[in-house]
Structure formats: structure tokens, C-alpha cells
């Protein structure tokens, strides 16, 4: 079973970035497609990302498109979630994901998950 850890976040002022990181232990995360989801206070966890195992394909969110980049080294055992030009509301918990098993813009799709990293944009 994946054992998912993210680091990386923090508060920031809108416009800023920062650079999420999701390691993995046990079986090699170059097995399987992964995933960045987010949830704000009193929403429910939403798609913000998927990659598939190779790098190949991904997949954004609309309201992330052409400010988020996933990417990942599957060396490290690393998914990667770089972000830039923050606005408040991308303010959330930001949570990996790996292992689909159905449609990836769903949290039903994956099988695996890590604790969460609060990301928070002043404005």
C-alpha cells in the first residue's frame, strides 16, 4: 500500500507561489497515476490536478490552467505541484492522490491518499 506525505505549504500573498510536494513510501509511485485535489472551508474536496505514471498526460482544472504545473520524478518516489500568480481563492487544503481506479476528477477515483497541506493566499 502507497503511504503519500505532503510538504510545502504556507501562507503567501496573492500573487506569489509555492511549490507543493507529495513523497511516497512503499510500493514505487511510478506504478501509478497520481493527483493534486484541494478543499476549502465548507466546500467539498475538488480536482485540481492528474498526471498519469509516466508523465505523459495531464489533465487541469480550468480554474488552475496556465498557473499550476504538475510533474513528477518518479526516481524520488515525487509528485510535484508547482504554483504561481496565488489568488485567495485557492486558499485550501491541498491533498495527493495515487492509485485511480476510475474517473480521476473524482476523490472516488483514487485509492490513496495523504494528511493534506494548508495552503493559504492573502490578499
Known amino acids: 500500500q502507497v503511504q503519500l506525505g505532503e510538504s510545502g505549504g504556507g501562507l503567501v500573498q496573492a500573487g506569489g507561489s509555492l511549490r507543493l510536494s507529495c513523497a511516497a513510501s512503499?510500493?514505487?509511485?511510478?506504478?501509478?497515476?497520481a493527483s493534486w485535489f484541494r478543499q476549502a472551508p465548507g466546500k467539498e474536496r475538488e480536482f485540481v490536478v492528474g498526471?498519469?505514471?509516466?508523465?505523459?498526460?495531464?489533465d487541469y482544472a480550468d480554474s488552475v490552467k496556465g498557473r499550476f504545473t504538475i510533474s513528477r520524478d518518479n526516481a524520488k518516489n515525487t509528485v510535484y505541484l508547482s504554483m504561481n500568480s496565488l489568488k485567495p481563492e485557492d486558499t485550501a487544503v491541498y491533498y495527493c492522490a495515487a492509485g485511480r481506479r476510475g474517473n480521476w476528477r473524482t476523490s472516488a477515483g483514487w485509492r490513496y491518499w495523504g494528511q493534506g497541506t494548508q495552503v493559504s493566499v492573502s490578499s
Open positions: 512503499g510500493p514505487p509511485l511510478s506504478k501509478y497515476d
Open positions: 498526471i498519469t505514471w509516466s508523465g505523459g498526460i495531464t
